[in-house]
């Protein structure tokens, strides 16, 4: 996600926050100070309210953190990469570039975050008892109570069993374990997944027009991203199942055209991109491949330079980002280029130019093997 930004790192994962994180931020703050808070703490000024919102929500976040921290450790542990935990529109997420290896990993990594969230409650319902056995500690005893409640809810919708959500994975692991296919196994979990959303969808709406409350469509809303979010994970195995042990050398382009490095953006434009309709091209400098050149790099400089700056300037270095193995898995290579807005490799062996390999090139392939029936 380009959207988001770092703001720290534990254990070795980065942990992010998207822009979307603010509009959920804003939404809490002001249900909690008008809603609960409101409520329960009618005396307190309604600037005081906010602040201890917005703290709460912090708190809230914090305890989000820690659910998806457990995920990610359980993860680590069990030898999975994590390339970090980003804060959302929807809560927070773990991305993982790898999928379990066995049903017992995916059942102890999806386990883990609920009985976090469930442990959260637990402290929070048990301290604001304790608190609230003190004089003047109405703010805190009120703090903790909703932390309680919203953590232990957290658990609970987790825990329904609809892939993606934690459960959903319970489900999975139990399915793959009893039926020893990791493709049928998701294909049932995901369908659950998707019954659920258009469950939600369907009582979501209905709640709307019968109460008019906000929290109806916020549940429609949640139900059609789990949706998506179901169908886009059985996608994506199915991808990865043809696509794993098929070589980049067998679906890149090996016929490349290279740009000198000291040719201006200009005739870049007018002799290359235009004449070869090609959005990228690699740079080279003395026979030796340095960059490679796609159109964002060349839009992201201002029109009126492009008749004095060189390929070589505008275009990235090549780096792991940019470049793949001819021997490596094409689903790896689909993976780096979706981190990227190029969507297209160098093949590279040994500091060599082999090809360059592009989405369209394995989309083709998936193609062809459907159309064959491989
Ligand atoms: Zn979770």
């Known amino acids: 996600m380009t959207r988001a930004f770092r703001i720290g790192r534990v254990f070795g994962i980065d942990i992010e926050i998207d822009y979307t994180w603010f509009i959920i931020f804003l939404i809490i703050v002001v249900g909690l100070s008008s809603g609960w808070f409101a409520r329960y703490l009618p005396n307190v000024s309604p600037g005081v309210r906010w602040l ?43 991305k993982m570039t790898d999928e379990p290896r066995s049903p017992g990993v995916e059942f102890r990594m999806a386990i883990a975050g609920p009985l976090m969230s469930l442990a959260l409650a637990a402290v929070f319902l048990t301290a604001s008892y304790f608190v609230g056995q003190l004089p003047g500690a109405k703010v805190l005893r009120t703090m903790f109570h909703w932390l309680g409640v919203v953590n232990g809810m957290l658990a609970v919708f987790n825990l329904l069993p609809g892939f993606p959500l934690d459960g959903g994975r319970v489900l999975r692991a139990g399915l793959w374990h009893w039926m020893e296919s990791l493709g049928d196994a998701t294909r049932i979990a995901a369908s659950f997944g998707q019954g659920l959303g258009v469950l939600m969808i369907v009582g979501g709406v209905f709640v709307f027009f019968t109460t008019g409350g906000f929290g109806g469509l916020w549940l429609a809303f949640i139900g059609w991203f789990l949706m998506q979010a179901a169908q886009q994970s059985y996608q994506q195995l199915v991808l990865r199942q ?48 340095i960059g490679l ?52 490799l160098v093949v590279l062996e040994n500091g060599i130019l082999r090809g360059i390999i592009s ?5 083709r392939l998936m193609r062809n093997r459907l159309e064959l029936g491989l």
Not at 54 to 69: D, I
Not at 305 to 323: F, I, K, Q
Request: hydrophobic fraction near 45%; include cysteine.
């Open 293 to 344: 050149l796609c159109l964002p790099d060349v839009r992201s400089v201002p029109r009126e330079s492009w008749g004095h700056v060189t390929a070589g300037e505008a275009a990235p270095p090549l780096s792991e980002h940019n470049t793949i193995a001819p021997n490596a898995d094409a689903w790896n290579a689909l993976v780096r280029m979706s981190a990227e807005n190029c969507g297209r």
């Open 52 to 94: 201890i919102a917005g703290a709460t929500t912090l708190l809230f976040f914090g305890s989000v953190l820690l659910h998806e921290l457990s995920h990610s450790i359980v993860a680590l542990r069990s030898g999975l990469k994590i390339s970090g935990i980003t804060l959302f529109l929807f809560g927070g997420v773990s």
């Open 359 to 363: 989405r369209t090139d394995i989309m």
């Open 242 to 289: 043809a696509l794993s042990g098929v070589p980049v050398s067998s679906v890149m382009t090996e016929e490349v055209d290279t740009l000198p490095s000291d040719i201006t953006l200009d005739r870049v434009v007018n002799e290359y991109i235009m004449t070869h309709n090609h959005p990228a091209f690699p740079v080279s400098d003395g026979g030796q491949v």
